[in-house]
């Protein structure tokens, strides 16, 4: 399996699977069994919402001037979490919320099925190195998943490392590994609280030890082994400041070399830019062993350079190879100079390109794959032919082509839904994959290159029967005319009577495909007669270049105008009405959510704006935020402030009857600073003239999403669908947090 260095481009804001789903294996728990729980019924007795008395947040008259327009940002001093003042603030808010939580009916009943459902066992996709296959599994309720290691498919497995053991409650996590070529050694990252912050150490697989190297200071990296074991590229920042590691900019990241057996201190600096502040350099070895793979990132926009160094001459040094900021540039494989590349350089929707390095030049590179009419997703070359993932209308589908490019077959799959997976080595003549889609739990299959044929190897135990639930795909029309699709899970039979609770979920930025995948939680919401709809924003990559650059900088609005005119069509649809509808987001998900709610809060009943980006004016002055320009622009600019100024949740708040919010973050958030859902919930209590609560939720001991044990994902998804169907009259009597009126 080739495992790519992360880089900042590729997770420096949204989490693969996670920034809107739990991680692969939390993301596969079955569903109901029949017969149980059989949806919320309305409250007899539903009263009056009390409008509560939220915690003093002092203003301050802390005003900026951009471009000549004064912006008042009152709440700045919540910008410093472990200020007195501060803490003092998050702690009231957290016994507001959780004393108005703990008294909803329906919570203990939803948290029970919730871990009921979860409680099944996980697989990931199993990966082989030498003569070792690798997975990660789950037994149900894990708070993380446990690496195992085989020598056969057959074999007994054994543990390599259970994550578990390292922290009592769960929060540290596996970040990242590489093993050898002979499958003898590990490099993994491990990473705490939820920190993006990662230490990478050494394990012998053979005798499940670790070895005295420790590597810090480690971010949007992932080791990478020379062919001999001797030593791993990997890519770090400076050590921060003393109290700046959460929230200070990361910005001149360097490729370094650790040779096996030696200190951090004595590691090589492969490459650096100290021209190049927001540069990310990311490196990892091609399979052959022969060269370093260079990438070279600027904020999170997918276009990249790519060099490589020559690894069998000690005295090369590295070449600038592919050096236009022009397309995006993923490296597929080699056979020695010559260089296979999916890219979407005149193609947005992505072709196959095979490139010498002996003769770069743009007139002597070949198209092996050309653009089709959909998006291509993944091309990995395996058994001597590339198979290919592609996404139409933003669902799986696969391809086999020969190795000059010929269609050779497809891989047929069972419905609407998304594969991953796929990888493996030029001489594999096996690959796996999982499919998995609204409502049907993650499946592992085992491909046989050979024989053509795909085989269960690892099949959840389901206790709820999938064909009492399904999934739709339909086609709305946006503000601008544009067709823009939704996928709408339910069970069966629903009645279009405009009284079903609906969850509207989105995302629309950085290139980020929303595909179907399996999530307990959603499940659970659907059993309470709850529809739970996905819409595919502009601004994500579900159509290629074009259907991102179109939600990008000054055409953001686009996304909230797609994202509304999603709602509409529901209400209109007789799917649901303004107050049983939720909207739910988080990260650039949480931006949407808070935009939407300040431009049509009549729209929506709830929103749940999660880890959201919700200052728009000073996102890029804390931690990873300045990589988010090349997506949002920034108010340094006095064109594209004004366009983050108009949407801006923070800045566009003002005084009106607001839905129900949730907002929810966590205290160690090193991505999108919880100094964001701060302000904007202090902001936002101040704004709020209905009686509709607004609380924050401010999870401990958590960061962005990435290994969050499975008992706080449970906890949070519980209060954040008993707060939704209370607020709907759905969740038993309206709760009242004691004395808090105002």
Not at 276 to 289: L, N, P, R
Request: aromatic share 12%; hydrophobic share 35%; with cysteine.
């Amino acid at each position: 399996m080739k495992i790519r260095a992360f880089s900042a481009v590729a997770c420096a804001l949204w989490l693969t699977h996670c920034s809107h789903a739990p991680t692969q294996l939390e993301a596969q728990a079955p569903s109901a069994s029949q017969g149980t729980e059989s949806g919320a019924t309305p409250s007899a007795t539903v009263q009056a919402p009390v409008r509560l008395r939220y915690p003093a947040a002092r203003k301050d008259s802390v005003v900026d001037n951009y471009h000549g327009t004064e912006v008042a940002d009152p709440y700045r001093w919540l910008e410093n979490p472990d200020s007195p003042e501060s803490r003092q603030w998050i702690e009231a808010e957290n016994q507001l919320t959780f004393g108005y939580l703990e008294k909803i009916p329906v919570r203990a009943r939803l948290k029970q099925r919730m871990t009921e459902l979860w409680d099944y066992e996980k697989y990931s996709v199993p990966w082989r190195e030498g003569s070792r296959y690798f997975f990660h599994r789950n037994n149900g309720l894990q708070n993380q998943s446990v690496l195992y290691t085989a020598d056969s498919l057959e074999a007994e497995p054994r543990v390599l490392l259970d994550p578990n053991t390292l922290s009592a409650d769960g929060t540290v996590a596996l970040a990242g590994l590489d093993i050898t070529q002979d499958g003898n050694l590990m490099a993994y990252g491990v990473a705490s609280a939820g920190s993006d912050w990662k230490e990478i150490r050494v394990r012998d697989v053979r005798t499940g030890k670790d070895l005295p190297d420790v590597v810090k200071w480690v971010k949007f990296s992932n080791p990478s082994w020379t062919k001999d074991g001797k030593g791993f590229f990997y890519s770090r920042y400076d050590e921060p400041k003393a109290g700046e590691a959460l929230s200070g900019t990361n910005y001149y990241q360097k490729l370094y070399f650790h040779k096996l057996g030696t200190a951090q201190s004595e590691d090589t600096l492969v490459y650096e830019r100290k021209d190049q502040k927001e540069w990310g350099i990311g490196g990892f070895v091609t399979d052959d062993g022969r060269y370093l793979v260079i990438d070279i990132t600027r904020g999170t926009e997918r276009k990249n350079l790519v060099f490589y160094k020559d690894l069998k001459d000690p005295k090369a040094k590295v070449v600038e190879f592919l050096r236009d900021w022009e397309a995006e540039y993923e490296y597929i494989d080699n056979d020695g100079s010559l260089f296979w590349f999916k890219t979407d350089l005149d193609a947005p929707r992505g072709r196959v390109v095979a490139i010498d390095l002996r003769k770069p030049e743009r007139k002597s590179w070949k198209e092996v794959i050309p653009q089709g009419t959909e998006t291509l997703s993944s091309v990995n070359l395996i058994n001597g032919q590339f198979i290919v993932g592609v996404m139409k209308d933003a669902h799986s589908q696969v391809r086999l082509y020969s190795r000059d490019g010929k269609l050779a077959g497809e891989l047929p799959l069972p419905g609407l839904g998304t594969v991953y997976g796929l990888g493996g080595k030029r001489e594999d003549t096996e690959t796996f994959y999982a499919y998995s889609s609204y409502t049907t739990p993650t499946t592992i299959y085992r491909y046989d290159l050979k024989k053509g044929q795909s085989e269960v190897f690892k099949a959840p135990t389901v206790k709820f029967d999938p064909s009492q639930f399904e999934t739709t795909q339909v086609f709305y029309t946006s503000k601008d005319g544009t067709r823009v699709p939704m996928f709408l899970s339910h069970k069966k039979g629903l009645k279009l009577d405009g009284t079903n609770p609906t969850l509207l979920y989105g995302y629309g930025g950085f290139n980020a495909p929303m595909t179907p995948g399996f999530n307990v939680a959603n499940l659970v919401w659907m059993e309470q007669g709850g529809v739970y709809a996905v819409a595919n924003l502009r601004g994500g990559g579900e159509y290629g270049r074009e259907w991102h650059e179109a939600g990008m900088k000054l055409k953001k609005q686009n996304v909230f105008d797609d994202f509304i005119a999603a709602a509409e069509w529901l209400i209109s649809h007789k799917y649901t009405t303004p107050q049983r509808l939720a909207i739910n987001g988080r990260s650039n998900g949480g931006l949407l959510v808070g935009a939407a709610v300040t431009q049509r809060p009549d729209l929506f009943g709830v929103a749940l704006p999660g880890v959201g980006v919700m200052d728009m004016l000073r996102f890029h002055k804390f931690t990873i935020g300045w990589a988010w320009t090349s997506d949002y622009g920034s108010a340094e600019n006095p064109e594209e402030f004004k366009a983050l100024h108009a949407y801006s949740p923070l800045h566009n708040l003002k005084p009106a009857r607001y839905p129900a919010m949730l907002v929810h973050t966590a205290d160690h958030d090193d991505r999108v600073v919880p100094g964001h859902s701060f302000k904007f919930t202090a902001a936002a209590q101040a704004a709020q003239t209905g009686e509709a609560p607004v609380l924050i939720r401010i999870e401990t001991k958590a960061g962005h999403g990435a290994g969050k044990p499975t008992s706080k994902i449970i906890e949070e998804y519980t209060d954040l669908w008993a707060f939704s169907l209370a607020q709907m009259g759905l969740g038993g009597e309206q709760p009242v947090a004691g004395d808090q009126t105002r």
